[in-house]
C-alpha cells in the first residue's frame, strides 16, 4: 500500500523558514516525479514545486521561486521543501503527491497524495 506521509509544518513569522519532508513507503519513488501543492482556506489546491525522477529537474511556480527548494533523497525515500522568506500568503495546508504524467505542474497528473501538513506564517 503506497503512503505519503508529510511532517515539519508549524507557525512561524514572516521572513522566517520552514523544511517540510514527505516520507513515502510501499513503493520506491526514486523514478518517479514528485511534487508539492498547496491549498489555502476557500481556494483550490495550486502547484507549488516538483522534481523528475530521473534528473532531478526542477520546477517551480512563479510565486515561491527563488524562496523554496525542492529536493528528495532516493535512499530514504523522502521528498523536501525547504522554504524560506516565509510571506503570509504561504499560509496553506501543504501536499505531497506522486506524478503519473507530465506536465507535473498539473493536479490532475499526480495520484498518490498525502494528508497534508498545516503551514501558517504571521505577519
Known amino acids: 500500500q503506497v503512503q505519503l506521509v508529510e511532517s515539519g509544518g508549524g507557525l512561524v513569522q514572516a521572513g522566517g523558514s520552514l523544511r517540510l519532508s514527505c516520507a513515502a513507503s510501499?513503493?520506491?519513488?526514486?523514478?518517479?516525479?514528485m511534487g508539492w501543492f498547496r491549498q489555502a482556506p476557500g481556494k483550490e489546491r495550486e502547484f507549488v514545486a516538483a522534481?523528475?525522477?530521473?534528473?532531478?529537474?526542477?520546477v517551480y511556480a512563479d510565486s515561491v521561486k527563488g524562496r523554496f527548494t525542492i529536493s528528495r533523497d532516493s535512499a530514504k525515500n523522502t521528498l523536501y521543501l525547504q522554504m524560506n522568506s516565509l510571506k503570509p500568503e504561504d499560509t496553506a495546508v501543504y501536499f505531497c503527491?506522486?506524478?503519473?504524467?507530465?506536465?507535473?505542474?498539473?493536479?490532475?497528473?499526480?495520484?498518490?497524495w498525502g494528508q497534508g501538513t498545516q503551514v501558517t506564517v504571521s505577519s
Open positions: 503527491a506522486t506524478a503519473v504524467r507530465p506536465p507535473i505542474t498539473a493536479t490532475m497528473n499526480y495520484n498518490y
Open positions: 522534481i523528475s525522477g530521473r534528473f532531478g529537474s526542477t
Open positions: 510501499g513503493r520506491t519513488f526514486s523514478s518517479y516525479a
